[in-house]
């Protein structure tokens, strides 16, 4: 199951919704749907997206959620790692190979990892400089 078909089973099950009128309303098949939410399919279109979002009348921050849920649920992914250091290709494969065999304690872990990362990263493109806050680079 991929996050955004996680996320998109949740709110129809909350809202007591049949998959059969909810792919009615789509324009797409139930068997399509089942597969989207169950992860066999690839990543939803934005016209997908939009549809889901009028369909359970979502707004604002949770239809962002909800579209960067979709964004992450590629099930098939495909990482290049040409150009960065060996062990970035060594972690690709690994966890390539080694993903199925993960707890789900440790997939949080390795999230928390990324999160840590991407937050650096954000606050690195934010700093302006001069500013107390911002790191400075040595001369």
């Given amino acids: ?5 996680e996320r998109v089973r949740q709110l129809r099950r909350e809202r007591g919704l049949m ?7 789509l ?9 989207l939410e169950r992860g066999e399919r690839g990543k ?3 016209t997908l997206i939009q549809g889901v979002l009028q369909y359970f009348r979502i707004i604002w ?8 849920l979709a964004d992450l649920s590629d099930p098939r992914v495909k990482i290049d790692t040409a150009n960065t250091d060996p ?5 690709a494969n690994r966890l390539a190979r080694e ?3 993960l707890s789900p304690e440790e997939l949080d872990e390795m999230l928390t990892v990324l999160d840590r990362a991407q937050e650096r990263e954000r606050k690195a493109a934010c700093a302006i400089p001069g500013d107390a806050q911002a790191p400075v680079s040595p001369r």
Avoid: C, N
């Fill in 87 to 91: 062990q970035a290709t060594l972690l």
């Fill in 61 to 68: 921050d949770e239809a962002d959620e909800l579209t960067r």
């Fill in 99 to 101: 993903i199925r065999g």
């Fill in 19 to 25: 998959l059969k009128d909810m792919a009615s309303h």
């Fill in 27 to 35: 324009g797409v098949s139930s068997a399509y749907l089942s597969a």
């Fill in 1 to 5: 199951m991929t996050p955004f078909g």
């Fill in 44 to 46: 939803p279109t934005w």
